[in-house]
C-alpha cells in the first residue's frame, strides 16, 4: 500500500464577524490572469472588407487593358463625338494643321478675336479688330460671320500710310471698315450660298455665288480659306477689302519718306 503524503495545509479562510454575532465568511477573489486576453476584430468588419476587395477587383478588371487601344469618350447622350472641322480654299495648305498651335481643330473653343492671332495671314485684320475697340460685335447672341482679308489684301487696298492713319487716329471710319466685314449669325460657306446673299452690320447687302469650297462676295473678294469654327462665330479669309473706302494700296501704296 503507497501512501502519498499530504500536501500543505490551506489555510483556513478568515472569518468577519457579523453585527448580529453570526461568523460570516469572506469571500475569495481569485488571483488575475498575467495572461492578455487575445483581440478579436469585429466580425461585422469581415464582410467590407470582402467587398471592398471585389470592388477593386471589378474596377481593375475595366480598366485594364483590352487590346484595342483607348476609345474616344463618347458624347452625351451616346452621340459620336464631334468631328474634327473641315476648312476648305487654295489657302489652307499654307496655313497651321494637324497638330500645329492655330490649326482648325484647336481655335474652335476659342473666341473669335482670339483666333484671329493664331492665323498668320490676319495680322492687319486683327489688329485692326483690336484698334477699333469691336471686339464686342464678335461675341454677338446668335453668333457672327467674319469676312476676314487676308494682309495682302489690305496691302492692295491701302498705302502703309493710311493704313496706318485708319489704325490710329480714324476710329470711327475704321469700324464702319470693319463692320462690312461682318454679318449677323454663325454662318458656314455653304449657309453663305444657299442664301444667295448677305446682309453685313454696316447694313451693306453682299451678293454670294459659287460652291465647290469656295464662294465670290460682291463679285469682289474670294474665300481662299472658309469654315473656320470659333466659339459663336465662323470664320472665312477673303482676299479683297470690302466697303467703299478709296484704294491707295498697290504698286504706288508704299510709306512716304
Not at 66 to 89: E, K
Not at 153 to 167: P, Q, R
Not at 216 to 243: E, F, K, P, S
Request: include cysteine; charged fraction near 15%.
Amino acid at each position: 500500500m503507497i501512501v502519498v503524503p499530504a500536501g500543505p495545509a490551506t489555510p483556513a479562510r478568515p472569518v468577519r464577524p457579523d453585527p448580529t454575532g453570526d461568523a460570516v465568511e469572506r469571500p475569495v477573489i481569485p488571483p488575475r490572469s498575467r495572461t492578455l486576453p487575445r483581440r478579436r476584430w469585429p466580425a461585422r468588419r469581415r464582410p467590407a472588407a470582402a467587398l471592398a476587395a471585389a470592388a477593386l477587383s471589378l474596377l481593375l478588371a475595366g480598366t485594364g487593358c483590352s487590346g484595342a487601344g483607348t476609345a474616344s469618350p463618347a458624347a452625351p447622350g451616346g452621340a459620336a463625338p464631334n468631328a474634327a472641322p473641315v476648312v476648305r480654299g487654295p489657302l489652307c495648305d499654307l496655313l497651321p494643321s494637324g497638330s500645329d498651335p492655330g490649326n482648325p481643330a484647336a481655335l474652335t473653343g476659342q473666341p473669335a478675336e482670339v483666333a484671329l492671332q493664331w492665323l498668320p495671314v490676319l495680322t492687319r485684320f486683327e489688329a485692326a479688330v483690336r484698334a477699333s475697340g469691336l471686339s464686342a460685335d464678335l461675341h454677338g447672341g446668335s453668333g457672327v460671320t467674319v469676312l476676314a482679308p487676308t494682309d495682302d489684301a489690305f496691302a492692295a487696298k491701302f498705302s502703309e500710310d493710311d493704313l496706318d492713319h485708319l489704325l490710329l487716329a480714324d476710329r470711327d471710319k475704321l469700324r464702319g471698315l470693319l463692320r462690312e466685314h461682318l454679318v449677323a449669325g454663325s454662318l458656314s460657306l455653304s449657309d453663305l450660298v444657299a442664301a444667295g446673299k448677305a446682309t453685313t452690320l454696316a447694313g451693306t447687302t453682299v451678293t454670294v455665288t459659287g460652291g465647290g469650297g469656295s464662294a465670290r462676295l460682291a463679285d469682289q473678294a474670294d474665300t481662299v480659306c472658309a469654315d473656320y469654327q470659333v466659339a459663336g462665330a465662323r470664320i472665312h479669309i477673303i482676299n479683297h477689302v470690302l466697303g467703299n473706302l478709296p484704294t491707295t494700296g498697290g504698286a504706288a501704296g508704299h510709306r512716304a519718306h
